[in-house]
C-alpha cells in the first residue's frame, strides 16, 4: 500500500516505487526503507507487474541518510540486555545489526525475481548508492550526479556493490577520494546504462520498464538469478559484512565524532562544505542540492 514517504502505484504492466519527500531531498528513513521493501515485496507478487522502475518525486533521487532523524525511528532485529555504558561505548554488534537490516532491506531489490530499473535524477549521495546500486538496470539524467561522499569521512558502503559494478581502477577511483560522478562519466564507465535529458527520464525508463511483458516471468527471474549468483560467488556476502561493520567503525572514531561536533558549532551546511571544498562537489558545488538541512548520509 502507498503511504505518505513511499509511493507504490500498478500501470501498463509495472510497478512504480517513488519515494516520497521532496522537500527533505527524498532522504531515507527507516520508514521510506521499509515502504521500498514493502513496495518490492508487492510487486513480486503482483501478476500484472512485468518490470519495477524506483525513482524520486521531484528533483533528487534521494541525497542519503536523513541525519536528523531519531536513531529511536529505526528498527533493528536485534536485542540484548542494556547495560550502564559509560561515555562513547560502542555495541559493533547492535551497530552491526542496526545497519545490516537497511542492507537487508536493499538487497530485497536484488532478490526481487522481476526485473528492477533504478531512476537516477538530481543527486544520490552515500547511503543512497547503498539502495540504488541493487537495481538491475540505472538510468541516469544528464544533469545527475552519484557518488559515496561518506568516503572523505564517517562511512563505507555497506551494500558495497560499487566493486562488482565497476573495475578495480574505477572502485578505488570514486571510492577512495569520495569523487561526485557526472551523467557522461557515470556512462563511460559503465555504472549507468542510458543516460537521458531529465525532461524524458521518467517516460523513457516507464518505456524500457515495459518492454519486459514480451519476455515469460520465468525467464526473467532465471536469468537475473544466474546472473546474480555469479557475483555471490565472487564473495559479495562476505564483502558487505565487512562492509557494514566498517561503516560503524568509521562513524565511532576520533575524527567522526570531532566531526559531528562540528554541527553544532559551524552547522551542518558549513562543515559539509569544509570537507567537499578541496574536491569542488557536493557541499561546493551542490550547495542548493545535496546539502540542505543535515542531510548527506
Not at 55 to 77: H, K, M, Q, S, V
Not at 196 to 212: G, I, P
Request: hydrophobic share 35%.
Amino acid at each position: 500500500m502507498s503511504t505518505t514517504e513511499t509511493l507504490y502505484e500498478e500501470r501498463d504492466g509495472i510497478a512504480i516505487i517513488a519515494i516520497n519527500r521532496p522537500e527533505k531531498k527524498n532522504t531515507l528513513t527507516n520508514s521510506v526503507i521499509q515502504g521500498i521493501e514493502d513496495g518490492i515485496d508487492r510487486a513480486s507478487r503482483s501478476k500484472d507487474v512485468s518490470a519495477v522502475v524506483l525513482r524520486g518525486i521531484g528533483d533528487t533521487l534521494t541525497a542519503g541518510y536523513d541525519l536528523t532523524a531519531n536513531r529511536g525511528d529505526w528498527e533493528t532485529p536485534y536485542g540484548a540486555p542494556e547495560i550502564d555504558a559509560r561515555e562513547g561505548a560502542w555495541d559493533p554488534v547492535r551497530d552491526l545489526q542496526f545497519m545490516g537490516e537497511n542492507v537487508r532491506r536493499f538487497m530485497r531489490i536484488w532478490h526481487c525475481p522481476k526485473p528492477v530499473l533504478g531512476e537516477i535524477r538530481g543527486w544520490a549521495i552515500g547511503g543512497a548508492t547503498d539502495l540504488i546500486l541493487c537495481c538491475d538496470q540505472l538510468y541516469m539524467a544528464r544533469d545527475a550526479h552519484i557518488g559515496y561522499a561518506p568516503s572523505r569521512i564517517y562511512g563505507t558502503p555497506t551494500t558495497m556493490l560499487w566493486v562488482y559494478r565497476l573495475t578495480l581502477e574505477h572502485a578505488k577511483q570514486f571510492l577512495l577520494t569520495g569523487r561526485a560522478i557526472d551523467a557522461e562519466t557515470a556512462y563511460r564507465i559503465g555504472l549507468v546504462s542510458h543516460v537521458v535529458d531529465a525532461d524524458d527520464l521518467s517516460e523513457f525508463v516507464e518505456s524500457e520498464a515495459r518492454l519486459f511483458r514480451n519476455i515469460p516471468a520465468n525467464q526473467l527471474a532465471l536469468n537475473k538469478l544466474l546472473i546474480n549468483q555469479a557475483y555471490e560467488n565472487m564473495g559479495l556476502r562476505t564483502t558487505q559484512l565487512l562492509g557494514t561493520l566498517f561503516d560503524g567503525m568509521t562513524r565511532h572514531t576520533e575524527e567522526a565524532y570531532r566531526w559531528v561536533e562540528e554541527f553544532g558549532e559551524k552547522g551542518f551546511r558549513e562543515t559539509i562544505r569544509e570537507r567537499d571544498r578541496p574536491w569542488g562537489d557536493y557541499g561546493e558545488e551542490g550547495r542548493e542540492s545535496a546539502s540542505r538541512g543535515g542531510r548527506d548520509g
